[in-house]
């Protein structure tokens, strides 16, 4: 009998065909691009070890590991002392948190990662700077949470170390927060600092484009391309909002030890105690980050793509990316 062999890599070879076999399907044909990749809603990635006797995903513990589907360094869990975060609907349900510091965290090599230059064989060598970020959730509805104050912005998305504040005080790539009447505003630091259009710039995304995802598997997509160029986009079923892009200046302030975090992050501004936010729960599922000076492609037709196929998920099996 004649056997035949075939490699089977979650990263690329050179030489290899574009078809090699990869852990997501979104990374097919991109794994230069792809940084980091985890979801809760699979296995593999969550709670992890070999598909035969791999125990059910359960409520993460303090550093739980998330694996990455990029095989190039896994994430974590982040939770706070005292704080209780279940697994539900295939992800983490944040709904008994409160306060700060619950959150699914990427390693820092990530971001040193985007702020270095790009090495030989990428599409732009030795540029950087150039890199999209993605996650799922079930989008709340701040406007029932009590515990916040109606002036601050708190962040749920950004790379901003435990126990500072916002992006003004310390080196940051990109910092997306809500506001308590349903407002996201994503920063793109420049440098470090307060002043606006000089260290940072800021796309707002209005409560009647936000509030209409309460409830729902929601996609958000920040980026910001070699020319300077940032964007956002919000998607579920309700819908797709993508406001105007802007433009910012690479950052001045160095990012690379920095971590990405998604969730109720360690952010000062979260309350330290008395956060409630049970009436309208935010769970959290899934969340990619790539390098565009690597490997340079259309960052709004590759969030369509992702979207489609994690919608084709949840319609297979409605118990994943769910609200209930």
Not at 81 to 107: D, H
């Amino acid at each position: 009998m004649t056997y035949s062999f075939i490699l089977e890599t979650a990263a690329e070879v050179d030489g290899a065909p574009e078809d090699y076999a990869v852990l997501d399907p979104i990374m097919a044909g991109r794994t230069r691009f792809f940084r980091y990749l985890v979801d809760t809603t699979y296995g593999r990635s969550y709670p992890g070890g070999p598909p035969v006797g791999r125990p059910a995903a359960g409520a993460p513990a303090d550093g739980a590991v998330i694996y990455d589907s990029c095989n190039l360094a896994d994430g974590h869990f982040r939770k706070a002392a005292g704080q209780a975060v279940s697994y539900a609907g295939g992800g983490f349900e944040l709904k008994n948190v409160t306060a700060r510091g619950c959150y699914m965290e990427a390693p820092a090599s990530v971001n040193a990662d985007l702020f270095a230059a790009a090495p030989a064989g990428s599409d732009r060598v030795g540029e950087s700077q150039a890199w999209a970020e993605c996650a799922y959730f079930i989008m709340p509805d701040p406007r029932l949470w009590t515990g916040i104050s109606a002036s601050t912005v708190y962040p749920i998305l950004s790379s901003v170390v435990d126990g500072a504040s916002y992006y003004g005080s310390s080196a940051e790539r990109v910092w997306v927060g809500i506001n308590q009447d349903g407002t996201i505003e994503v920063t793109f630091q420049q440098s470090i600092g307060v002043t606006l259009d000089t260290h940072f710039k800021t796309i707002p995304l209005g409560s009647i484009y936000t509030l209409p995802h309460v409830g729902r598997l929601t996609q958000l997509l920040v980026y910001r391309k070699r020319d300077g160029t940032i964007g956002v986009r919000i998607k579920s079923s309700a819908g797709t909002y993508t406001p105007a892009t802007s433009t910012a200046t690479a950052n001045t302030a160095d990012y690379s030890a920095r971590t990405a975090k998604l969730g109720i992050t360690g952010s000062t501004l979260w309350p330290a105690s008395g956060l409630d936010i049970d009436a309208s729960p935010f769970r959290v599922f899934r969340h990619w980050i790539g390098n565009l000076s690597r490997q340079e492609l259309d960052v709004i037709e590759l969030a369509d793509e992702d979207y489609a196929d994690v919608v084709a998920v949840n319609a297979d099996d409605p118990s994943l990316y769910s609200a209930s």
